[in-house]
Structure formats: C-alpha cells, structure tokens
C-alpha cells in the first residue's frame, strides 16, 4: 500500500494512518509512507513507522511516484493532483481532502466510483481510515471497480483533448461525395469499427460500392465528413431519415479516435441536421459492451431510453429531443 498526503501534511493525517493500519492488523501488508519535504512531523513518523507491527517503509522526498504507484496496490492519498496520476495508472485509493479545493475533487471521484473519499482531515480518524481500509482490501470486486473506473476517467490523453477543444471551432462539414467511397469503405472494416458495428463481417467492395451509390442516391441519407484546418478527414457522421426522427451513426480515422473530436463532430453535425430538415428527433443504438460509445452519447446530451434488439442483439438505445440537445 502507498500512503502519500501532501508535502507539509499539516494536520499529520499520515500518522493517523500509521495507526489505522494497527488497528486493521493486516496480514502480509506491505507499506511506503510517503514524506514531503515540508512535513513538519518526519521524527514522529520515523519513530511510528520503526514501532508499528505493520512491515512501513517511510520515504522522504521521493522523485519516483510514478514507480511506487505502479508498485502499489491500493493506496491513501490526499485529494490534490495525485488523484490524476492514480487514476491513470488505475491505483485503487482512499483519498482525503486535505484543503478546500480537494473537496469538490474528491467528491466527484467518488461520485464516480474511481476513488473512495473518507471526508476531510477532521473525517480521517484511526478508525474511519481502518474501516474504509478493510472495505478495500477485503474486497477484489471493489478494486477490480475502482481500477477500471480510473483508468475510464483519466487515460492520459486529456493535453490533446484540450488542444482539439480549442481547435473545435475550426473543424468543418462537408456533405459525402463520390470520391469519398473508398476512404468511407476502409474505415468501415477498421477492425475497431466492425467490432462495435451490429454486423461484424467483413464489407466487400462490390457491396460497399452498391451501398454507397444507393445512399447518395436516396434523399432521406445525410452523410457528413469532418475536416481538420489542414483539409484531412477525421471521421463521419451518417444519418438515415424517417419522417421527423433520423437513425445517427458515427465513426472516426484511426488516427483521430480518442481524443475527443466525435463529441464536437456529433455536435456539428445535429446543429446541421437540424437546421436543415424537418427532423426533431435522433435515435443512436450502442452495444451495451461499447463503452466509448456509451459515454459519448451521453457526454453529447442524449437520453438512455429502454433496449432495443439490433440484428438479434441487445441494443443500448439513446435518444435526442431537438428542443433538448445540449
């Protein structure tokens, strides 16, 4: 276990981890005690640490987190930018708002399930801190949960996200033409675009090119391609209109997946399809297993409605009201 509460720790919140874990009396426990700099209570905790039954390392000034969170198994941290780093690495921890801009942090890792959060320093007694440990340590379920809903929240490309927010303003729209039909084929049997599709197989080309034909022959068929400053096509958004409600699916360049562009592309395109047509509502049908897709069409402000059934297979089914978008 890696314990590590700031570089002053003014309240000493870590010694009362120290005694926590005399109290839970773990088994085989190993222990790094992580000491600021600035940690004004070092002789306190040397002496706690020789004298604890618990197998504590206390460590002073360490320039390898990365390593010893990698090493870790759980941990007690405070609520600061730590918590990014653990999330990333998808550290179970118990986290600890050690000053007020930690709170609203530590609330909403818990809120999400990628961190438990004790309470503030006044929260964190020997016994609370035993309790909430012996919760985590006792149970593989809720680490296995904790791991997987971390690493969902941080997996270390948020720069990039930034930089395409920034850059969001500056994509562009454009409706499909002829010479999009091979492009829109290989994206189509990306191994990654099969898996999440309906029906996995393998698209000839024979079938794509009838497909395609048809589609930019039909009028209830919108297809959109989004392009970069640089003129490169990042992905596509296509939408199959029925009356007042169109079926909406989207996919991106291999390249471009992950970095936040299919929020701002879908958000484009519907502003479009609506202004444009009579449409009022959007259907989007998710594989319950596609979790990327999940959360995008939530993050894009649709509605979770009831399963469908897809092609013999359960469907998540979303829905966005044109009087409701976000």
Request: aromatic letters at 6%; a negative charge; charged letters at 25%.
């Amino acid at each position: 276990m890696l314990v590590t509460l700031g570089g002053s720790d003014p309240e000493n919140v870590t010694a009362d981890v120290i005694r926590a874990l005399e109290v839970t009396a773990i088994d085989k426990l190993e222990v790094k005690v992580i000491a600021g700099g600035d940690n004004p209570h070092i002789e306190s905790l040397e002496r706690a640490a020789s004298q604890s039954k618990t197998d504590i390392s206390l460590l002073k000034n360490v320039t390898n987190m990365p390593e010893l969170m990698a090493w870790a198994d759980v941990a007690i941290s405070g609520a600061g930018s730590t918590c990014w780093e653990m999330c990333l690495l998808g550290l179970p921890a118990i986290v600890i708002d050690l000053a007020e801009n930690q709170r609203t942090v530590a609330r909403e890792l818990d809120r999400r399930g990628a961190a438990i959060h004790l309470g503030g320093a006044d929260d964190a007694l020997p016994k609370q801190i035993a309790n909430k440990l012996a919760c985590l340590l006792g149970s593989i379920e809720t680490r296995t949960t904790l791991s997987t809903r971390a690493r969902e929240l941080v997996d270390g490309k948020g720069a990039e996200r930034v930089v395409c927010a920034m850059r969001g303003e500056m994509l562009r729209l454009r409706r499909v033409e002829e010479r999009d039909s091979r492009l829109l084929w290989e994206w189509a049997n990306d191994p990654a675009v099969r898996a999440a599709s309906f029906s996995s197989e393998f698209i000839p080309w024979e079938h794509h090119q009838d497909w395609f034909g048809a589609k930019l022959a039909d009028p209830n068929a919108v297809l959109y391609l989004a392009t970069n400053p640089e003129n490169v096509l990042i992905g596509q958004v296509r939408y199959q209109l029925d009356g007042p409600g169109a079926q909406l699916s989207v996919s991106l360049a291999p390249e471009f997946r992950g970095k936040g562009y299919s929020h701002t592309i879908i958000a484009m395109a519907t502003e479009e399809l609506f202004r444009t047509t009579n449409v009022t509502t959007i259907d989007a049908y998710v594989k319950p297993t596609n979790e990327a897709s999940l959360r995008l069409f939530r993050r894009a402000g649709f509605k979770q409605e009831d399963s469908r059934v897809i092609h013999g297979q359960q469907a998540v089914h979303f829905i966005l009201q044109k009087n409701g978008r976000s």
